[in-house]
């Protein structure tokens, strides 16, 4: 069965301490990992979009990376304006339109 | 100018109702979905519609209908409303069906609430 794990649930950082939240995924055919913020009360919101083994991409103080078996997000010097669950999902298989998500990782960065 | 947007964001009704939840996107995407999110946070996709035609449809009870009227809008009714259909629900629309670039734009969710 197809199935999105993500690590830790939750983690409390102070701010500037770095990090890594950890997506692991058992599924047929990826075709995308995706990864996604959710603030609380609030629809998830786009971050990054990766395709291929070795793949990483950027954005301010966020990182992805993506391995044939998981996904990280590295998160460099955080500010607690990046609190928030962060979720990931993955496309596999033959249908485009199906995504399948992880539980997220409840982040918390203290000042 | 909110991209998809869900109404009511709160529902709060008793077992044994009907209720309706409408959403409605404005980014000109042929392809909308309906996601339910537990108390795990777990998002479940529910449904997908590609320009009001029904293309995802899980294993969900027969007591939720989803309907497309034209492919700016995807509604959800729920008949007979159990305890357990308590959650949030999301609604979410992509510009591309059928490609791996299918990146989700979610509306802020509706919190139903059954007693």
């Known amino acids: 069965e197809d199935q999105v794990t993500q690590s830790p649930e939750a983690l409390r950082l102070q701010e500037g301490e770095s990090s890594s939240l950890n997506c692991s995924y058992t599924?047929?055919?990826?075709?995308?990992l995706f990864w996604y913020r959710q603030d609380p009360g609030k629809g998830p919101e786009f971050l990054f979009t990766?395709?291929?083994a070795g793949e990483e991409k950027e954005k301010e103080r966020l990182k992805a990376t993506l391995t044939k078996k998981e996904s990280f997000l590295h998160i460099t010097a955080p500010k607690p304006e990046d609190s928030a669950t962060y979720l990931c999902?993955?496309?596999?298989?033959?249908?485009?339109?199906?995504?399948?998500f992880g539980s997220g990782t409840k982040l918390n960065v203290k000042p | 100018d909110t991209a998809v947007s869900q109404t009511p964001k709160y529902l709060v009704t008793q077992m044994g109702n009907d209720k309706s939840i409408k959403c409605e996107q404005n980014?000109?995407?042929?392809?909308m979905y309906w996601y339910k999110q537990d108390s795990k946070k777990f998002l479940k996709i529910m449904f997908s519609?590609?320009?009001?035609?029904?293309?995802i449809n899980e294993t969900v009870p027969n007591r939720f209908s989803p309907k497309s009227p034209d492919k700016a809008h995807l509604n959800l009714h729920i008949n007979s409303l159990e305890l357990g259909d308590s959650a949030v629900y999301f609604c979410?629309?992509?510009?591309?069906?059928?490609?791996?670039?299918?990146?989700?734009?979610f509306g802020a969710g509706t919190r139903l609430s059954v007693l």
């Open positions: 979410a629309s992509s510009p591309l069906a059928g490609l791996a670039k299918n990146i989700q734009y």
């Open positions: 599924v047929s055919g990826l075709r995308g």
């Open positions: 990766l395709y291929s």
């Open positions: 999902a993955v496309q596999a298989g033959r249908d485009f339109n199906k995504f399948y």
């Open positions: 980014l000109g995407h042929d392809t």
């Open positions: 519609y590609n320009n009001k035609e029904l293309i």
